[in-house]
């Protein structure tokens, strides 16, 4: 049987040349145009994401049995957390211990709560996402909540009368 020779070392050199200057320059601009390309994307598509622009009901919780669903006129008493798109905490009846009341359909909310609200029961726990013009529109309610803002509530209907 034949062996190879141990003393035989293979080495494999590569003819390439080093990149000038010029490519140099045009490979790092062109990353950069690439990189900035990707992050004016993805800041568009996120700011996009916090814009709604019909309102959207997200059902939570719903109990088993539903007695009674709120209609117009009715006045309700619910727990709620309102938040901006970027998480921003800006009133919440939860930190002040007591419901807020209000006859439902009279005008004495934003509108995004009149119709979200429609047709809960008691227990019920709704996700609201409310666009700027069922809100507070380009004029916002300083200081907490800047014009054109999409608000988000957590509520919890806790009694009809």
């Given at each position: 049987?034949?062996?190879?020779?141990?003393?035989?070392?293979?080495?494999?050199?590569?003819?390439?040349k080093?990149?000038?200057?010029?490519t140099?320059?045009?490979?790092?601009?062109?990353?950069?145009a690439?990189?900035?390309?990707?992050?004016?994307s993805?800041?568009?598509?996120a700011?996009?994401?916090?814009?709604?622009k019909?309102?959207?009901?997200?059902?939570?919780f719903?109990?088993?049995?539903?007695?009674?669903?709120t209609?117009?006129?009715?006045?309700?008493h619910?727990?709620?957390?309102g938040?901006?798109?970027?998480?921003?905490?800006?009133?919440?009846?939860r930190?002040?211990?007591?419901?807020f009341?209000?006859?439902l359909?009279?005008?004495?909310?934003?509108?995004?709560?009149?119709?979200?609200?429609?047709?809960?029961?008691?227990?019920?726990?709704?996700?609201?996402?409310?666009?700027?013009?069922?809100?507070?529109?380009?004029?916002?309610?300083?200081?907490?909540?800047?014009?054109?803002?999409?608000?988000?509530?957590?509520?919890?209907?806790?009694?009809?009368?």
């Amino acid at each position: 049987m034949l062996r190879p020779p141990s003393n035989i070392v293979i080495r494999r050199t590569y003819n390439r040349k080093k990149p000038n200057l010029a490519t140099m320059a045009m490979r790092r601009a062109s990353l950069v145009a690439l990189l900035l390309v990707c992050a004016l994307s993805v800041a568009y598509a996120a700011e996009k994401l916090k814009t709604v622009k019909e309102l959207q009901i997200g059902v939570k919780f719903k109990p088993e049995k539903c007695e009674r669903t709120t209609r117009n006129g009715d006045n309700v008493h619910v727990h709620y957390t309102g938040t901006l798109t970027d998480g921003t905490k800006f009133d919440s009846s939860r930190d002040r211990g007591t419901p807020f009341v209000f006859r439902l359909g009279g005008g004495q909310v934003i509108k995004g709560w009149d119709q979200g609200l429609l047709g809960m029961c008691v227990g019920e726990r709704r996700k609201l996402k409310i666009p700027s013009h069922m809100g507070y529109g380009d004029s916002g309610s300083p200081p907490k909540i800047p014009g054109g803002a999409t608000l988000i509530f957590d509520v919890e209907l806790m009694k009809v009368d």
